[in-house]
Nanobody, 130 residues
Framework: QVRLVESGGGLVQTGASLRLACAAS????????MGWFRQGPGKDREIVAA?????????LPDSVKARFSISADNHAQNTVYLQMSDVVTEDTAVYYC??????????????????????WGQGTQVTVSS
């Protein structure tokens, strides 16, 4: 059973940077496509970043593309990161990590729909104050 645990959230001011981490256990990220989603107050869950299991392709929506990045360490740490820079109040949300392990998951494919993922973490709260 794969377990995903997010960390790195907290209360920050606008313009700050923070890095979220998603640590996986019970599985190997080497063959999992990964994603970061967020759900703000009164809003639907939305994708903020995705990465193929090869790590060669990433996706970020226009709303965060200039400020966020996703990376993965598939070796000893088995961890995926979401680097957030120049945060704004609209970034306030619970951030969730997700993993896709089902067949097929081509090495160069990323996924932007929540239904494409098989495992989810419990989320980490990010609150941005002005």
């Amino acid at each position: 059973q794969v377990r995903l645990v997010e960390s790195g959230g907290g209360l920050v001011q606008t313009g700050a940077s923070l890095r979220l981490a998603c640590a996986a256990s019970g599985g190997v990220l080497d063959t999992y496509a990964m994603g970061w989603f967020r759900q703000g107050p009164g809003k639907d869950r939305e994708i903020v970043a995705a990465i193929s299991w090869s790590g060669i392709r990433t996706y970020l929506p226009d709303s965060v593309k200039a400020r966020f990045s996703i990376s993965a360490d598939n070796h000893a740490q088995n961890t995926v990161y979401l680097q957030m820079s120049d945060v704004v109040t609209e970034d306030t949300a619970v951030y969730y990590c997700a993993a896709r392990s089902r067949y097929p998951t081509p090495s160069s494919s990323y996924y932007i729909g929540a239904g494409a993922y098989d495992y989810w973490g419990q989320g980490t709260q990010v609150t941005v104050s002005s």
